[in-house]
C-alpha cells in the first residue's frame, strides 16, 4: 500500500492516507474478527479489507469516484502476477483444467454460497448466491466498491488461452447472482 500511495500522491499526503488505511484495516479486521468463519475471515483480511481500506483512505485527498480508480489500480497491481500465472497456465489443455480443478477446489473451501451447474472436460459453470466480497462492502458503506472485484474477474480470467470466461451478471453490478462460466476453447 505504502509504494502504491508513494507513486500516486504526494509525500505530504503520505501519512493520512496511510493513517487511514491502517485505522480502517484494524477496525474492520477487529469487528469481523469473532463474526466471520475462519476461512471467510481470511479471504476477507487478504482480499476484501485493503480494498475497502485503500477506497476510505484515498477518499482524505480525493472524490469517491477518484479514489475508485485509484482502487482498481492498487487491485489490479496487487493481482497483476496471479493473471499471468493464469495466462500461462492455460496455455494448454491440461493446463486449463487443472485450472478448473483448482477453481473447484477453492470453491468447496465455503466463502462462497454457490451452485455448481457444470464441471467436465468441456468447461466449468457456477452461480454465486451470496458473495462475501458484496455483503462487507454493503456493510462498510461502499457497495459501489463492489464492481470493482466484478471486473477484477474479466481481468484476471478474459485472458486466459483455452478458456473463455463469460458472466451475464453479477450481484454487485445489480444482478441476482453471479454466474461464472469457463468454457474450453
Partial sequence: MKQFVEKNFSPNQLPKIIKTFDNEMEKMENAEKTQLSPKDF????????????????FQCYVDPDQAR????????ARVEGVRKLLHWLTKTNTGANI???????GLKKGVLKYEL????????????HQCLYHDLC?????PEL????????????DDMKKI??????????????????????
Wanted: aromatic share 20%.
Fill in 42 to 57: 481470511k479471504v476477507a483480511s487478504n482480499s476484501i479489507f485493503d480494498r475497502i481500506a485503500a477506497y476510505k483512505a
Fill in 69 to 76: 480508480g485509484y482502487c482498481k489500480d492498487y487491485f489490479y
Fill in 99 to 105: 485450472f478448473k480443478n483448482i477453481f473447484v477446489m
Fill in 117 to 128: 451447474k457444470t464441471h467436465n472436460k468441456e468447461g466449468l459453470a457456477f452461480d454465486i
Fill in 138 to 142: 454493503e456493510k462498510y458503506g461502499c
Fill in 146 to 157: 463492489t464492481g470493482l472485484f466484478c471486473k477484477g474477474d474479466h481481468f484476471l480470467f
Fill in 164 to 185: 473463455d470466461f463469460q458472466r451475464s451478471q453479477t450481484l454487485g453490478e445489480g444482478g441476482e447472482l453471479c454466474d461464472f462460466h469457463f468454457n474450453n476453447r
